[in-house]
């Protein structure tokens, strides 16, 4: 009878503490987007495909190609196909404007920052060393 009560009660706590570490999961997400992260957001997004078919180009044509593409290059930035991505991002001009960092336009022109979840996508892209994958 005791030995039952213990299991149930180490039951609950267990369940106490799953769901704690499932609101500490929550805080952590809300710091990270507090804070810039380097690679990868690791919780709500999966950046385990994040190669240049499957995500790069989609979120460079989602987002940039209606402004940068051969036909449209605003700023004179072409960013249709894989080596124009790749000299934006290797001239530093493909993170530094949609980071918003010092010194750059911010892009996309006149909408939203990218969200969290692209942009780890794209740094991990980038982690694996841009490539034509
Ligand atoms: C609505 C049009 C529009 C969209 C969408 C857009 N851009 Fe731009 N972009 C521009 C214009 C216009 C310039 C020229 C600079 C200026 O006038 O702000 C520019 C300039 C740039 C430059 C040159 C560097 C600099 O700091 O000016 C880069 C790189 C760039 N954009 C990347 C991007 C990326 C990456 C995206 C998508 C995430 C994007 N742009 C989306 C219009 C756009």
Same mark, same amino acid.
């Given at each position: ?7 149930y ?17 929550c ?6 987007e507090?804070?810039?992260k380097?690679?990868d957001?690791?919780?709500s997004c999966?950046t385990?495909k ?7 180009s989609?979120?460079i ?6 402004? #940068? +593409?051969t036909?449209? /290059? ?8 894989? &080596?124009n991505v790749?000299a %934006?991002?290797? *001239?530093g ?6 980071? #918003? +960092?010092?010194g750059y /336009?911010?892009m ?6 990218? &969200?969290?979840?692209?942009? %780890?996508?794209? *740094?991990?892209?980038i982690?694996a ?5």
């Amino acid at each position: 009878m005791i030995c039952k009560t213990l299991k149930y009660f180490s039951l609950i706590s267990l369940s106490i503490l799953s769901f704690s570490s499932l609101f500490s999961s929550c805080y952590y997400d809300v710091n990270q987007e507090l804070y810039p992260k380097p690679i990868d957001s690791g919780i709500s997004c999966d950046t385990s495909k994040a190669t240049y078919s499957g995500k790069v180009s989609t979120i460079i044509q989602t987002n940039c190609n209606a402004c #940068h +593409s051969t036909a449209v /290059n605003s700023g004179g930035v072409s960013l249709e196909g894989y &080596s124009n991505v790749l000299a %934006a991002q290797q *001239n530093g001009t493909l993170m530094g404007t949609i980071n #918003h +960092s010092a010194g750059y /336009n911010a892009m996309p022109l006149g909408a939203a920052k990218l &969200s969290d979840c692209d942009i %780890a996508n794209l *740094n991990a892209w980038i982690h694996a060393g841009a490539p034509n994958n």
